[in-house]
Structures are given as C-alpha cells and as structure tokens.
C-alpha cells in the first residue's frame, strides 16, 4: 500500500431518494424506497432496510446505495464491509454518483488502489473534497499516480476550502514543504480545476435531464437524510516534495472516463494542460484587493505582511496600506476572480480576510 495507510478523518455520508413520479411501473418501488428513508430518519434501521430490499434487487440505484451505507454503518443488518461494497458498486455501474464516490473511497481503503484511482478522477473532477485530498496526497508521494507537486498543492488548496480539516492539515505542511513557485503554479492550477469541476457538474446535469449515461448527482427536490458515517480512513504525507523550482510541465493524471468503467481498465494519461495566463505567477495588474485586516498600530501590520507575503497568493502582489488612524493592510493587483479564490485559500489556511475592489 506505500505511504498512503494512515490517518482518520470523518465525511457526512446520506441517504438519497427521488420523490419524483417515473414511469407507472416503478411507482410501488420509489414509494417502498421513501418510506424506507423516513422509517431511518426515525431511527428504525430494521424497517428502512426491510423497505429497500425490494428495490434493490431489482437494480433501484438509490435503494442499493442505501444498502451499502446500511452495511457499512452496521444499522438493520450486521455490518459487512464487502456487501457494503458490492451495493456501491451495482449502484455506481448505474450512474449514482453519491455511491461512485463511496466505492472509489472504498475500493482505495481496500488495498484495490490502482482500480480506485479511475473513480477518485471522476469524482475529484466533479469537486468532491475526500477524492480530492487523496488524489492530493498520491500526487506529492507519487504512489499511484504520478508524483507532481503542483497538481498536490491544487487538489489540497481546494479540497481544504471546503473544510476538510485533514486536508487543511496537509496544505499547512505543503506550505513547509513545496517551492513558492510551484505553490504559486497550484493556485492557479486549482481555479483552472474548480471552474472544469463546475462544468462537469452541469454536463452531467445535463446528461441526466437528456437520459444519458452519465452519473446522475442529487437533484434539486430530493429528500436526503444525513447520517454519520464510520471512521474514512485517509492517506498522509510520508514523503517531501521536490525541493527545485522552475517551470511547471503537467505529470500525466490517470484518466477517468465520463462514466466510471463497469469493467476498469489501466488508468492512462490525460492531455497536459498547457502554460497560458491562468499559470503565471505575477499579479494582474487589476483592481481589486485582498484586505489583511486593520490595525491600529502600523508595527501590527507589519508583521502580518511578513508572515503572509511570501504565500503563493500573495506573493507577486503589492502591499498597499489605506486609511487614516487605522492601518488597513492589503494586497492589490487582483483580478475580482483571483481575489476571491486567493481569499479563500487564506481562509483554508487559518487567516482573515476579505475581498475589496479599488
């Protein structure tokens, strides 16, 4: 298994039903389906699991993903890690993207890495934050995947913003560890990432509204239930980064297909993404500004900026002081898009601040 065994960390799981009328056939399985949702809320873990027997066995991928999180929490039947895995799978195969994100997590917790990494893709792709921290720490080790301190530094800048402490623990040591420019190069390669996550998710919208194979995310209108889960087990950082700097060529990533594979064949390289703006490391030159905070006493000021400047989101931006008896520190050159995403990973980082525009 490598470096990648260690660490706990916990992600909400739910439990999804659609209470939207299919065709007349399968009314009677989505009613069973419900009731099973409401009889869990309840705590009733016997009838909800009695409900959703049913359906899961004639292929109903809501009611298989409920079985598999039954099995794996242990709650109406014994738990059973395998079950659980299997009803992930069949529910995955059929588009449901909740279970091909818990199948990915498991077939990786499961020594099945090198099969897990297709499915991690699919989900990083589309945001999901526990794929993103463990593509993030394969990347800056190199297990499985390519070792790429760039594309580690993105992956964990945005699965940080989302709050995942794990991940917040990692990009603090990357700080440590990988070359201001790299880091820099990750910032920008992690908005060139959320704004390709943004349109996956609409393609695969949009697929499910045509019918398409594409797996299919929680639509609006939907019930959901929110339990917690079980320990997720994560990986961590066993090894450092290289320590050079210089320009930032791409490592081949393993390719995930728009549907993950009923049949998983070898991972193989994606396009490069080529250099252009979105990868420069130097300022804007726009208008809007990152405020620090405001300090009464300038020497306060001071030493924030020499903690922060030489972060990848600061650096390269000029520090600008405004305000009369009150020092407001900022940093200016910013785009308002690269004034937001900036902001946001100071945030991820343990740091205040907030977004102006000149």
Known sequence: MGAIDKTLGRAALGLCVGLALFAAGTLPARADVKDGVDAWARGDYDAAVA????????????????????????????????????FYARAAKKGHIRAADNYGILLFQTNHQAEAIPWLVASSDRGEPRAMYILGIAAYNGDYVAKDPVRAYALMTRAAQTGLQQAVNSLAAMNDSIPLEQRQQG?????????KASNTRASEMGSADLGGGAPVPPQPGLQRVDVPSTPVQFPTMMSPAPASGGGYT???AAHAPAKPPVTVAAARP???VAAGPAHQSAASGGNWRVQLGAFGQKEHADALWAKVRGRPEIAGHARIDAGGGVTRLMAGGYSEAEAQHACAALKAAGLTCLVVNH
């Open 51 to 86: 409900q959703w027997q049913g359906p899961a066995a004639k292929g109903d991928a809501d009611a298989m993903f409920n079985m598999g999180q039954a099995y794996k929490l242990g709650r109406g039947v014994p738990k059973d890690m395998s079950k659980a895995q299997d």
């Open 250 to 252: 791409p490592a081949p």
């Open 187 to 195: 910032v920008a390669l992690a908005e060139d990432l959320d704004r």
């Open 270 to 272: 994606a396009r490069p």
